[in-house]
Nanobody
Framework: QVQLVESGGGLVQAGGSLRLSCAAS????????MAWFRQAPGKEREFVGF????????SYADSVKGRFSISRDNAKNTMYLQMNSLKPEDTAVYYC???????????????WGQGTQVTISS
């Protein structure tokens, strides 16, 4: 059982930056594809990006491509989401997830964190 804990959320102005972290409880973290999803009020949870277990591939939603970047440090069991040029529409609860595939759908991920709130003011 992998436990995931997100941190780093907060309130920033449009155009600013934030870095989210996702810490995993297990050393098997290094075997999983790790992903970020987000959910805004009244909307479904949507894919943000993922990074494969061996750090060889990343994938991003079109809405964040070029602004967001995912990285991981397997030695620290931690994944990061660097968010730049933030927009009010990026406001959401951000969730990290772990799974065995490399997919953009929530059903491909077995483990989820509790989420961290990101609010972007205009």
């Amino acid at each position: 059982q992998v436990q995931l804990v997100e941190s780093g959320g907060g309130l920033v102005q449009a155009g600013g930056s934030l870095r989210l972290s996702c810490a995993a409880s297990e050393r098997t973290f290094s075997l999983y594809t790790m992903a970020w999803f987000r959910q805004a009020p009244g909307k479904e949870r949507e894919f943000v990006g993922f990074i494969t277990w061996n750090d060889r591939a990343t994938s991003y939603a079109d809405s964040v491509k070029g602004r967001f970047s995912i990285s991981r440090d397997n030695a620290k069991n931690t994944m990061y989401l660097q968010m730049n040029s933030l927009k009010p529409e990026d406001t959401a609860v951000y969730y990290c997830a772990a799974g065995s595939g490399a997919e953009r759908v929530t059903g491909s991920y077995s483990y989820w964190g509790q989420g961290t709130q990101v609010t972007i003011s205009s």
